[in-house]
């Protein structure tokens, strides 16, 4: 009974539901892949909009989703790729090397999501016919602001 007064209590608490999730376990990793990943898209494009990174950056800390960055990564490259235009090329290289250096995403998610993204690259040229070559760009521009390393950069598939 002490259980179920204290949850209405909770429940009638402005935001209730989130605190209740963060205190009894459904938050962080107990939260939906697709919900994730909706969650990251929506934060990058808030990020495009704004350009604030450091708003990005706690934003992504906020999901308590360290294992699952390299979604981040992944989605960042995809939506450098299918832009056009240098704009979104600079910002994502920008938030990628801030989140890079204060150490939110690390060297294996990194990998994880740039190798995803090289599996990936014959279906996404088909819709974006000059892909390839963006991301030839992109990766040699993360190589050399010290975000990915050597081997990574030479696995990057050309055309």
């Not at 495009?48 to 990005?56: F, H, I, K, P, T």
Request: a negative charge; charged letters at 30%; glycine letters at 6%.
């Amino acid at each position: 009974r002490a259980a179920l007064d204290r949850a209405t209590v909770l429940l009638s608490v402005t935001k209730g539901g989130k605190r209740i999730d963060n205190m009894w376990g459904s938050g962080g990793g107990q939260q939906s892949v697709k919900h994730l990943v909706k969650e990251i898209d929506m934060l990058l494009r808030e990020y495009l909009l704004s350009g604030d990174v450091l708003e990005a950056e706690r934003c992504l800390q906020e999901l308590e989703v360290p294992h699952f960055h390299h979604e981040l990564v992944y989605e960042a490259v995809v939506m450098v790729l299918e832009s056009t235009g240098d704009k979104t090329f600079k910002m994502i290289l920008d938030l990628l090397k801030s989140l890079w250096r204060s150490s939110v995403i690390t060297m294996d998610q990194m990998k994880r999501g740039y190798e995803r993204v090289y599996r990936e690259i014959p279906d996404i040229n088909l819709d974006v016919p000059h892909s390839y070559s963006v991301l030839e760009r992109f990766v040699e521009e993360c190589f050399q602001a010290g975000i990915i390393s050597k081997p990574l950069r030479d696995l990057c598939p050309s055309r």
